[in-house]
């Protein structure tokens, strides 16, 4: 994926290495759309699987931010929130996540998560 050309366009902003209070460009928005059909969604398809092996429980803690992820990508492509919010909402979702599947693990005595969080 990094080394792809839609990546290499938008790394900045789609890392966070710059703090950007605009909204995506529509070229941005065509290489977000693509990373995302091309390269993000198949690493899903993947951490669903590890997830599904690793514990029953945890497919649906991945489907619930997967869901809430698709939503804030999807507004970012069609221009709603800036860059900026896409990160701050992104990381606190991200927090979230890995808050749950922490809960997850101690609840279920887990050693670990096989490398999910």
């Known amino acids: ?6 990546f290499q366009a938008i790394k900045d902003q789609f890392v966070g290495l710059k703090p950007f209070d605009r909204a995506a460009t529509p070229l941005e928005a065509r290489h977000i759309v693509y990373l995302v059909e091309n390269h993000l969604r198949p690493c899903r398809e993947i951490q669903l ?3 599904g ?9 991945f489907d619930a931010a997967s869901t ?24 606190a979702a991200r927090m979230e996540l890995n808050n749950q599947l922490e ?8 050693p670990s998560l096989n490398g999910l969080q």
């Not at 939503?71 to 919010?85: F, G």
Request: proline share 8%; charged share 20%.
């Open 53 to 61: 092996r690793t514990h029953p429980s945890l497919p649906p803690l």
């Open 68 to 91: 809430k992820w698709d939503a804030l990508v999807a507004r970012l492509v069609r221009q709603q929130i800036t860059w900026a919010e896409y990160h701050r909402n992104n990381n």
């Open 1 to 6: 994926m990094v080394a792809s050309p839609a």
């Open 103 to 110: 809960a997850t693990r101690i609840a279920l005595q887990l």
């Open 49 to 51: 699987e590890i997830a």
